[in-house]
C-alpha cells in the first residue's frame, strides 16, 4: 500500500508539470490527499517505507558526504562479499573509515550482493576495516540498511553468528569514535553488527529491531501475517527508539520518503555526523569507551 501510494504521487508530481489549469487542480487535490496520508504512517506503513526501493543506497550517500572514497575488498581469508562496502574516505577533509550494508540497485546488483544480506566474510571484511580504523585513528561511520545476516546453511556452517558476535565484543572496545546510521532496514544480528556505535542515528522512517517483523509474527504467532502486530510489539520506529534510549537522534525524511528530497536528508546527515563528531573526537579514549559502555548498560532501565 505504501508502495503503491509513493508511486501514485510520483505520477502525480509529473503530470503535474505538464498539467492544464483545469486538470492541474485536481492533481494538486490528489498530491495532497497522498501526502497527508504519507504523513501519519503506522509502524507496520513505516517498515514498508524503509524497504522502498527507490530510497539511496549507501553508494549515494558516500558519495554526497565524502570525497576520495578509496574501496577495500575481501577478509584476507576467504573471498570478498560485497554485500557490505567498506573503504577510507574523507568526511570535511577528515580521514574517516565508512562501512556500510550494500543491496544493489537493479536485479543483477541485488543477487550480487545477496539483496543486502551480509555472510561471514563481510562482517570479517568489516571488522578487518575497523581495526585498521583504530590503528590509523580514524573516525568510524556506519550506515545500516538491511533485512538481516545471510541465514542459509553455508553461512552457518562458516561460523555466521561467531563473526557477529566478534564484531560486537571489537566494536565495543575500539578507541576511536564509532558512529552508527540506519537508513532504512536494520534488522537483527545483521545490522547490529555494525551498530555498536557511540552514537545511534537513524532517518525518521527507518526502523531498528531484534527481528524482522515477519520473523518475529512467525515466532510468537505461528504466523508471518501478523506483520502489524508485530511492528507495534517491537517498537521499532525511530521514534519508539529515541523514546527508550536506543537511538540518539532522528534525522528528519520528506513526507513521502527521503527520495522525495534527497539532497535534503543528505545535508541533515551532514550536520548531525559533524556535531557527534565534533563532541566525540576531542574525547580521550578511556572516557569515550566508558561513555559507550554507560550508554549500553542503561538501554531498557527507563
Excluded at 503503491?4 to 486538470?23: G, N, Q, Y
Excluded at 504512517?41 to 526501493?53: G, I, N, S
Excluded at 555498536?196 to 517483523?213: F, G, H, K, Q, T
Aim: some cysteine; aromatic content about 6%.
Amino acid at each position: 500500500m505504501v508502495k503503491t501510494m509513493i508511486r501514485e504521487l510520483e505520477t502525480v508530481e509529473r503530470a503535474l508539470t505538464t498539467a492544464t489549469p483545469d486538470e492541474a487542480a485536481a492533481l494538486r487535490a490528489r498530491r495532497d490527499a497522498l501526502l497527508e496520508s504519507l504523513s501519519r504512517l503506522t509502524p507496520e506503513q513505516k517498515v514498508l517505507m524503509a524497504r522502498y526501493p527507490g530510497r539511496p543506497k549507501i553508494e549515494a550517500y558516500i558519495d554526497a558526504l565524502c570525497s576520495d572514497f578509496f574501496v577495500q575488498r575481501g577478509d584476507r581469508q576467504a573471498r570478498e562479499d560485497p554485500s557490505i562496502l567498506g573503504g577510507i574516505a574523507l568526511f570535511h577533509g577528515r580521514p574517516v573509515t565508512v562501512i556500510g550494508h550494500r543491496k544493489g540497485s537493479n536485479l543483477e546488483e541485488n543477487m550480487a550482493c545477496n539483496f543486502g544480506m551480509p555472510g561471514r566474510e563481510a562482517y570479517r571484511k568489516a571488522l578487518r576495516l575497523m581495526k585498521q580504523a583504530e590503528k590509523f585513528h580514524r573516525p568510524v561511520i556506519t550506515f545500516i540498511d538491511t533485512p538481516g545476516a545471510y541465514p542459509g546453511l553455508e553461512a552457518e556452517e562458516r561460523g555466521q553468528g561467531e563473526a557477529i558476535a566478534r564484531n560486537l565484543a571489537e566494536m565495543s572496545r575500539l578507541h576511536v569514535p564509532v558512529i552508527a546510521i540506519v537508513t532504512g532496514e536494520g534488522s537483527s544480528g545483521g545490522a547490529l553488527a555494525l551498530g555498536l556505535a557511540d552514537r545511534i542515528m537513524m532517518l525518521e522512517n527507518a526502523y531498528y529491531a531484534v527481528v524482522s517483523p515477519e520473523g518475529c509474527a512467525s515466532i510468537l504467532w505461528k504466523d508471518p501475517k501478523k506483520r502489524a502486530e508485530a511492528c507495534a510489539a517491537l517498537r521499532l520506529t525511530a521514534q519508539d527508539l529515541l523514546a527508550c534510549g536506543v537511538i540518539d537522534g532522528i534525522i528528519p525524511e520528506p513526507v513521502g520518503g527521503v527520495q522525495r528530497d534527497a539532497a535534503a536528508v543528505f545535508a541533515a546527515i551532514d550536520r548531525a555526523l559533524c556535531e557527534a563528531l565534533r563532541a566525540l573526537a576531542p574525547m580521550d579514549d578511556r572516557a569515550r569507551l566508558a561513555a559507550r559502555y554507560a550508554k549500553y548498560r542503561k538501554i531498557g532501565l527507563a
